[in-house]
C-alpha cells in the first residue's frame, strides 16, 4: 500500500494511527497467485456456509426439537448474534497473532459447534450450539482481509471481489444443499457433514496457507478500542457499514421468511423445490467480482447507488402476479436473484473502501464493518419470523423495505457532504 493511499484516505477520515505501518505479512511483495485466490474463496464459501444450512431446515428443526413458530427466527438470529460475537472479539485477534494458526483454531470451535447441533435434543442446546456456529464461521472474516493483504491496491477491488464470490455461493448454496440433504436423509445429517468437511479444511489451511505474522502487536483491549475509535472517527468506515447494515437486514429477512412462505399453501413446496429456489437465488452471487471490478475502475458511488436501489425494488417486485402462480413463482426467483445481486455488489464496494483505509488495522476495520451489518441481519431475522407469524408475506417484505430505504436516505447525505473515497493508485 503506498503511503498516499494509506495516510491520506486514514487522515482525511479522521484516523490516521497505524496507517503507514507495513501490513501484517511479508508476503504482500510476492506475486498474487490464482490458485490461492480460488483457495481462498473456497474456504471462505465452506465457512459461510455453516451459518445458513439451518435457514431453510427452520420448520424441521422447530417441529422435532419443540420449538414454537413465532421463535422459530431464533435459529437463524443466534447463528447470526454468534457471528456478531466473533467479529468483535475474535476477528481483532487477526491483528495480533500469527493468523494461520487463528484460523485453524476458530475453525476448529465452528467444528465442535456443528457437531453439538447435529446431536442436540432440546431447543435450548441447539440455539446454544448455533451461536457457537456462528463465533467459529468468523474464520471467514480472517481470511478476507488475509486476501488483501496479498494484492496491490490496483487491483485489491479485483482480488477481494474474487474471493467474496466465493464465501456469497457459500452462503447461497448452503441452503438447497441443506433442503436437498434434509429431503433425502434428516437435517441432522447437514450438520454431521459440515463437521466432516471443517476437519478436513483444517488440514488443507495448514498445508496451503503462508504464515502471516503482524509487525505491530497492540494489547488486546488496546484493538477492541481502537475498533470503537474506527467506527467514530471513518466516515468511510461509517458509511459502508451502516449502508450494509440496511440491506443485510432486509437480506436476511426475506431469506427467513420465504422458505415459510413456499411451504405454505400457497405453493406447498417441499424441501427439494424450497432448494431448488434458493439455488436459483445463488445467482446473484455473481455481483462479487463486477461489483470489485467497478471500484477499481473508481465507480463505487453510482454502483451503490444501483446496488441499494435494487433491495427494495426486489421485495416490491415479489408480489407481482396472483400468489401461489407459476408466474409469481418466476417472480418470485427474480426478486431473490435481484436482492442477492444488490447484497453482494454492495459488500464488495465496501470492503473495496474500508481495505484501503490502513493495513496495519485490516483486521480491526473488517471486524467492526461486519459486525454492524450482521447485527442488523440478526434483527432482520427475528423481526422476519414475527411479521410472517403476524402478517404473512405482505407485512414481511413491508417491514423488509424499510430498512434499505433508511440506508438509501442515508446514502443521500453524500450529495450534501461527499465522501473522500479511496482511489487506486
Not at 426439537?65 to 467479529?87: D, K
Not at 483491549?221 to 449502508?243: D, K, N, P, Q, V
Request: hydrophobic share 55%; aromatic share 10%; proline share 4%.
Amino acid at each position: 500500500m503506498s503511503s498516499r493511499t494509506a495516510n491520506g484516505d486514514a487522515d482525511r477520515d479522521g484516523d490516521a494511527q497505524g496507517a503507514s505501518s507495513p501490513a501484517t505479512s511479508k508476503m504482500e511483495a510476492k506475486p498474487v497467485s490464482g490458485w490461492l485466490i480460488m483457495f481462498l474463496a473456497a474456504a471462505c464459501g465452506l465457512i459461510a456456509a455453516n451459518l445458513y444450512y439451518s435457514q431453510p431446515l427452520v420448520g424441521p428443526i422447530s417441529a422435532e426439537l419443540g420449538l414454537s413458530p413465532r421463535a422459530a427466527g431464533l435459529i437463524v438470529t443466534m447463528t447470526q448474534v454468534g457471528y456478531g460475537i466473533g467479529l468483535l472479539l475474535i476477528v481483532p485477534l487477526g491483528d495480533l497473532f500469527e493468523n494461520r494458526r487463528l484460523i485453524i483454531t476458530v475453525i476448529a470451535l465452528g467444528g465442535l459447534a456443528l457437531l453439538a447441533s447435529g446431536l442436540a435434543t432440546t431447543p435450548g442446546t441447539f440455539l446454544a450450539a448455533s451461536l457457537f456456529i456462528g463465533i467459529g464461521s468468523v474464520a471467514v472474516q480472517i481470511l478476507v482481509p488475509f486476501a488483501a493483504h496479498l494484492a496491490s491496491d490496483a487491483t485489491r477491488g479485483r482480488i477481494v471481489g474474487n474471493v467474496m464470490s466465493g464465501l456469497m455461493f457459500g452462503i447461497m448454496l448452503s441452503r438447497p444443499v441443506s433442503s436437498f440433504l434434509t429431503e433425502l436423509t434428516n437435517w441432522r445429517v447437514v450438520f454431521f457433514a459440515s463437521t466432516a468437511m471443517m476437519v478436513v479444511l483444517m488440514i488443507a489451511v495448514r498445508l496451503v496457507l503462508p504464515v502471516s505474522r503482524p509487525h505491530v502487536r497492540p494489547h488486546y483491549f488496546e484493538l477492541l478500542g481502537s475498533m470503537a475509535r474506527l467506527m467514530i472517527t471513518s466516515r468511510i468506515l461509517r458509511h459502508r457499514a451502516l449502508y450494509q447494515a440496511s440491506l443485510f437486514a432486509a437480506f436476511s429477512l426475506f431469506w427467513t421468511t420465504v422458505p415459510l412462505l413456499l411451504a405454505g399453501s400457497d405453493f406447498n413446496m417441499s424441501q427439494a423445490g424450497i432448494a431448488l429456489f434458493a439455488l436459483a437465488g445463488a445467482a446473484g452471487a455473481v455481483a462479487a467480482p463486477i461489483g470489485g471490478r467497478m471500484a477499481d475502475r473508481g465507480w463505487m458511488r453510482p454502483a451503490t447507488a444501483i446496488a441499494m436501489a435494487s433491495v427494495p425494488f426486489a421485495l416490491m417486485l415479489t408480489h407481482v402476479g396472483d400468489m401461489g402462480s407459476n408466474f409469481s413463482l418466476v417472480v418470485l426467483v427474480a426478486g431473490a436473484v435481484m436482492l442477492d445481486f444488490g447484497l453482494t455488489c454492495n459488500m464488495v464496494l465496501g470492503q473495496r473502501a474500508i481495505f484501503s483505509l490502513g493495513a496495519a488495522y485490516r483486521n480491526r476495520i473488517n471486524g467492526v464493518y461486519m459486525a454492524t451489518f450482521f447485527a442488523a441481519g440478526a434483527v432482520g431475522s427475528a423481526l422476519g419470523g414475527w411479521a410472517f407469524a403476524h402478517g404473512g408475506w405482505m407485512l414481511s417484505t413491508a417491514v423488509g423495505a424499510v430498512f434499505p430505504a433508511l440506508g438509501l436516505l442515508y446514502y443521500l447525505s453524500e450529495y450534501i457532504r461527499p465522501l473522500d473515497l479511496p482511489k487506486a493508485d
